[in-house]
């Protein structure tokens, strides 16, 4: 069976307040949430029925299991999510301040274990059959994800729709220096047909940082839709033999609705 969506990358436990407006210091109570980039496009799209599964991995925990028993309940299959001995199931706690302000503290250390995600594991005539592939740019961040995350897209060779999500996290990086990273994104660029970030991200994947001059550096990294998000200011957005415009403000949703994180 051919999926109609497989997505890799990020996975873990959300921890969010049930007091809206509260800074985490006078919180008291919480909600416990499946979270992770990955997993959270993973889910929207099985909510709309389609043939999803997540190529992830948590701690051998009790968090591991309830992010299982998550997935299973979405209609996400979880056959390629595999736990790690060494390491916990990352927790993600947040802020909740509306319209648009929900701060997020990682714990992630020592290490994620959806950066042990290994090239070995992988079933490449899945993911190349898969009508979409999706991955994160956190997964290129650290070994062995990132030689992973590169070999899933070469296997792929740009067959059906492969989307990355630049998703520049810094505070995931051992070198935070976007010099560093660039060399990374530029190699998975080589292999994607749609590029989604925010200036900041589409700044790390091309070293260009006005908004329309980065929609228009991603076509020479061979995308054949690129999407830079300006923000509450707009998305200035390029398509092939499109010009670049800037949409209209997109109204912003609690982060635990399938956001990206």
């Not at 921890?15 to 499946?34: E, N």
């Not at 995600?117 to 990132?146: C, K, N, V, Y």
Request: aromatic letters at 8%; hydrophobic letters at 35%; glycine letters at 8%.
């Amino acid at each position: 069976m051919a999926y109609d969506l497989i997505t890799m990358g990020r996975l873990g436990v959300d921890l969010y307040p049930l007091q809206t407006g509260v800074p985490l210091p006078q919180v008291t109570t919480f909600g416990k949430f499946l979270g992770g980039s990955a997993a959270n496009v993973a889910v929207a799209a099985a909510r709309l029925g389609r043939e999803v599964a997540l190529v992830s991995r948590t701690g051998d925990d009790p968090f591991g299991t309830y992010l299982h028993e998550a997935l299973r309940d979405f209609g996400v299959d979880d056959r390629w999510v595999t736990p790690v001995a060494e390491y916990p199931t990352p927790v993600t706690f947040c802020e909740i301040f509306p319209p648009d302000d929900f701060p997020l503290y990682f714990y992630r250390q020592p290490k994620a274990p959806d950066l042990e995600i290994d090239a070995h594991d992988l079933d490449l005539d899945a993911i190349q059959e898969a009508r979409i592939f999706w991955i994160t740019g956190t997964g290129l961040s650290e070994e062995p994800s990132r030689t992973a995350t590169l070999a899933a897209l070469a296997h792929r060779a740009k067959s059906g729709t492969t989307v990355f999500d630049l998703d520049w996290r810094p505070m995931f990086w051992q070198d935070a220096d976007p010099s560093a990273a660039r060399p990374f994104y530029e190699e998975a660029l080589r292999h994607t047909t749609v590029a989604v970030g925010n200036l900041d991200e589409v700044e790390v994947a091309t070293g260009v940082r006005e908004p329309h001059a980065a929609a228009r550096a991603l076509p020479g990294r061979r995308c054949r839709t690129r999407r830079c998000e300006a923000g509450p200011e707009g998305r200035p957005r390029r398509q092939p033999r499109r010009r670049v415009r800037r949409g209209a403000p997109a109204p912003r949703d609690r982060p635990q609705r399938t956001r990206r994180r």
